[in-house]
C-alpha cells in the first residue's frame, strides 16, 4: 500500500534566499514556513507560504525540513536550541542545510540527528535570490544516497544542477569553502580593478563592458561589476548578498585553510576587505560595496574633496 500523503517541506528562514526558496518549492509541495522575524512570515504569507508561530509547528510531522540559517550558531540553535525542532522531527526525516556553515558544524549535527534516526543533507547552494525562484540553483551535496533519495522532491524543485561531491555530510560544505575562496577573492579583485579604472581617468562602465568580454572577465565581475558602478548612487546597490556574508565566509575558508596548514594569502587580504567594510557599517549593504572600502566617495569631513 503506498502513501499518498502529500510530501510536506518545513522552510526554516524566509531571509533573501528562503523566500524564494519557498514560493519555488510551493509550487510542488506543501510548505511550511517560518522566520523569527515578523515582517518576513508577513511578506512569506503574502506569497502564499502557510507560515507558522514557531519553528517547531512548522517543522512537525515534515518529511524534510531546509534550514536557510546565516551560521553554524544558528543551525545549531533552530535544531537544538530552546524550541529546537530536532526533538519534534518524526524518525526518518531528513534535515537539508542549505547554507554555507563549514565543515565541523554539518559533521556534528548530523551526528547527533543520526542518534534521533534523522538524516542530514549538507547541500550549500550557489545563485542567488532570482535563480532561487526559479529553481535555477546549483546545489552541492554531501549525503548518503538514502538521505539523498528523501530529500529528492526539493533538490530536484530547486536546483537546476545537482552535484554529488560525496556519500558524508560536510564534504558540500568542503566544496563550498572553496568556492567562497575564490568568490571572495573575484569580487574584491573586481572592486580593486574598476577603482583603479576611475582613478586612471578611465570609464568605469565602458571598462567594465570591456573587460567582461576579453580574459579578464569573470562571473563575479560580470555580476557584481554593475551593482559597484551603483555604490555610491543614493541608496547604492540593490541587496542581493550582504558584505557581512563574505565576511563569515572568508572566515570559514582561512579557518579552514590554516587547520590544514595550507597558506591562503589572497583569501586573507580579501577577508581583511570585507572586515573593513564590516567596521565601517557596511555589513548590511550588498557585498559589491566593498569598492567603497578600496576607494571611498568623499564626505563633508573631508570638504568634499574626491581623492580619485
Given at each position: ?7 510536506t ?7 533573501a534566499?528562503?523566500?524564494p ?23 512569506a504569507?503574502?506569497?502564499?507560504i502557510?507560515?507558522?508561530?514557531t519553528?517547531?509547528?512548522?517543522a ?17 540553535e ?6 529546537g525542532?530536532a ?11 542549505a ?13 547527533r ?10 547541500a550549500p547552494l550557489?545563485?542567488g ?15 548518503s ?8 522532491p526539493?533538490?530536484?524543485l530547486?536546483?537546476s544542477t ?19 575562496l575564490l ?12 577603482a583603479?579604472?576611475?582613478r ?16 579578464a ?6 555580476n557584481?561589476?554593475?551593482r ?7 541608496g547604492g546597490?540593490?541587496?542581493?548578498s ?16 590554516r ?5 591562503t594569502p ?5 577577508e ?14 550588498d ?20 581623492p580619485?
Amino acid at each position: 500500500m503506498t502513501d499518498s500523503r502529500p510530501y510536506t517541506v518545513a522552510v526554516l528562514g524566509l531571509g533573501a534566499m528562503g523566500l524564494p526558496m519557498a514560493t519555488r518549492l510551493a509550487e510542488g509541495l506543501v510548505v511550511h514556513g517560518f522566520d523569527v522575524s515578523t515582517e518576513r512570515s508577513r511578506l512569506a504569507a503574502e506569497a502564499g507560504i502557510r507560515t507558522s508561530a514557531t519553528a517547531q509547528e512548522a517543522a512537525r510531522d515534515a518529511e524534510a525540513v531546509l534550514l536557510v540559517v546565516r551560521n553554524g550558531q544558528q543551525l545549531r540553535e533552530v535544531l537544538f536550541g530552546e524550541g529546537g525542532v530536532a526533538g519534534v522531527l518524526a524518525p526518518g526525516a531528513v534535515v537539508v542545510v542549505a547554507s554555507t556553515v563549514g565543515v565541523d558544524d554539518v559533521v556534528d549535527v548530523a551526528r547527533r540527528l543520526q542518534e534521533l534516526d534523522v538524516q542530514l543533507v549538507d547541500a550549500p547552494l550557489s545563485g542567488g535570490p532570482v535563480r532561487a525562484g526559479r529553481g535555477d540553483l546549483l546545489v552541492v551535496v554531501g549525503a548518503s544516497p538514502s538521505a539523498r533519495a528523501k530529500a529528492g522532491p526539493v533538490l530536484d524543485l530547486l536546483a537546476s544542477t545537482v552535484s554529488v561531491i560525496g556519500d558524508e555530510p560536510g564534504q558540500g560544505q568542503a566544496f563550498k569553502t572553496v568556492n567562497q575562496l575564490l568568490c571572495g577573492v573575484h569580487i574584491a579583485a573586481a572592486a580593486e580593478a574598476l577603482a583603479l579604472a576611475e582613478r586612471l581617468g578611465l570609464d568605469r562602465a565602458a571598462t567594465l563592458e570591456t573587460l567582461a568580454a576579453g580574459a579578464a572577465g569573470s562571473f563575479m565581475l560580470a555580476n557584481r561589476g554593475p551593482r559597484m558602478l551603483q555604490a555610491d548612487e543614493p541608496g547604492g546597490a540593490e541587496v542581493l548578498s550582504r558584505l557581512d556574508i563574505f565576511v563569515k565566509d572568508m572566515g570559514i575558508v582561512t579557518t579552514a585553510a590554516r587547520a590544514v596548514g595550507l597558506p591562503t594569502p589572497l583569501a586573507a587580504a580579501a577577508e581583511q576587505l570585507y572586515l573593513l567594510g564590516a567596521a565601517q557599517g557596511l555589513g548590511a549593504a550588498d557585498d559589491s560595496t566593498v569598492i567603497a572600502v578600496v576607494s571611498p566617495r568623499p564626505t563633508p569631513a573631508d570638504g568634499g574633496r574626491d581623492p580619485r
